[in-house]
T-cell receptor, first 113, second 115 residues
């Protein structure tokens, strides 16, 4: 399912480095989300965007920033990566009112050493 | 904001038995409740959902029930099979202001079905 594409799929980076995770979608959805998944903690929302000019902080936005470059593109940046940002990151999209739930990308496994 | 609690965190059943996962939510205005299945190493995928104007919904071996008064909803899987083994997440959709349409997730239930 290539509706929501995340790049890279895997990334190892060093502490202090800046890294960008990218997400693009072909579903035509207005809404895009970035989640972080850690074992036992479920899916924690980092940032979300309801349209190109709208950016909202989620539960765990500290240390992260986002950019909604177009309706179809939403990128997540770690300005200065630290080891406790090692996690699995998912991008997701939904239409207005999430009438059909959210569609998730394949995920990016990020390791900060 | 909304708070979603999910129980149990792990669940083991014998193949053919039923499995039930329960979630509660805090915001009475929430009106959409999806369930996601995440197999090992894969993305979460929507398996069933229910809206607040419906009490129960079925799709083959899976069903979801909603009790709006108690702010409680549950996933029921009957005749479980080993391929049902996965992590299941419940979620509730916000219905106020900037949270409109945003999903709040439970922490997940690791379901293991033994052959």
């Amino acid at each position: 399912d290539a509706d929501v594409t995340q790049t890279p799929r895997n990334r190892i980076t060093k502490t202090g480095k800046r890294i960008m995770l990218e997400c693009s979608q072909t579903k035509g959805h207005d809404r895009m989300y970035w989640y972080r998944q850690d074992p036992g903690l479920g899916l924690q929302l980092i940032y979300y965007s309801f349209d190109v000019k709208d950016i909202n902080k989620g539960e765990i936005s500290d240390g992260y920033s986002v950019s909604r470059q177009a309706q179809a593109k939403f990128s997540l940046s770690l300005e200065s990566a630290i080891p406790n940002q090692t996690a699995l990151y998912f991008c997701a999209t939904s239409d207005l009112f999430s009438r059909q739930g959210s569609t998730f990308g394949s995920g990016t496994r990020l390791t900060v050493v | 904001g909304e708070n979603v609690e999910q129980h149990p965190s792990t669940l083991s059943v014998q193949e053919g038995d039923s499995a039930v996962i329960k979630c509660t939510y805090s915001d009475s205005a929430s009106n959409y409740f999806p369930w996601y299945k995440q197999e090992l190493g894969k993305r979460p995928q929507l398996i069933i959902d229910i809206r607040s104007n419906v009490g129960e919904k079925k799709d083959q071996r899976i069903a979801v029930t909603l009790n709006k008064t108690a702010k409680h909803f549950s996933l029921h899987i009957t005749e479980t099979q080993p391929e049902d083994s996965a992590v299941y997440f419940c979620a509730a959709s916000g219905n106020r202001g900037s949270t409109l349409g945003r999903l709040y997730f439970g922490r997940g239930t690791q379901l293991t079905v033994w052959p």
